[in-house]
């Protein structure tokens, strides 16, 4: 990775064929070509924003912003940022992070526990209190049913949101 300690963090699969990855020692997300190896880094905006998970949808990488407590969309065609406060504040640490069947954003956030769906048609957020204290969801996943599978492991469990 071309940068000092960047930390490289997730990684998806952009509509582009090539994968991205967070860098979670910058404010960067980085983009493989898997034909040629290449590397090339995208800036977030802010200096202070640090990507820890993301997902890809059609054109858009969403990315969970760990310090800034934000939600992050980057724009494949456009190369374009954008970043919403999460309804939980600046210290609620985004974390894991996946995409419903009906394209909703769901990720958890890892200090206030809170699970949110962003529906990126409306801009709206919903916040949803986690069932078990300290949840601590690192990585999200969804099944073919649509099902959101999420590893708790700071309560020891496996949840899920049907």
Do not use: Q
């Not at 940068?3 to 967070?22: E, K, Q």
Request: contains cysteine.
């Amino acid at each position: 990775v071309p940068t000092p300690h960047a930390l490289p963090y997730g990684i998806a699969i952009g509509s582009d064929g090539a994968l991205w990855f967070c860098e979670f020692g910058s404010n960067k997300l980085g983009r493989i070509d898997p034909a040629t190896g290449r590397i090339t880094e995208h800036a977030v905006p802010d200096a202070n924003a640090r990507p820890r998970r993301l997902v890809a949808v059609g054109d858009v990488i969403y990315f969970s912003d760990f310090h800034g407590g934000r939600l992050g969309r980057y724009s494949i065609g456009e190369s374009k940022f954008e970043l919403w406060p999460s309804p939980g504040g600046p210290e609620s640490a985004p974390y894991g992070i996946s995409v419903d069947l009906a394209g909703n954003i769901w990720y958890e956030e890892f200090r206030a526990n809170n699970l949110v769906r962003f529906d990126p048609r409306t801009g709206k957020f919903s916040s949803f209190p986690m069932l078990s204290p300290r949840s601590g969801v690192r990585n999200m996943a969804r099944d073919d049913s649509g099902r959101i599978w999420m590893a708790l492991s700071g309560a020891d469990k496996v949840g899920v949101v049907e």
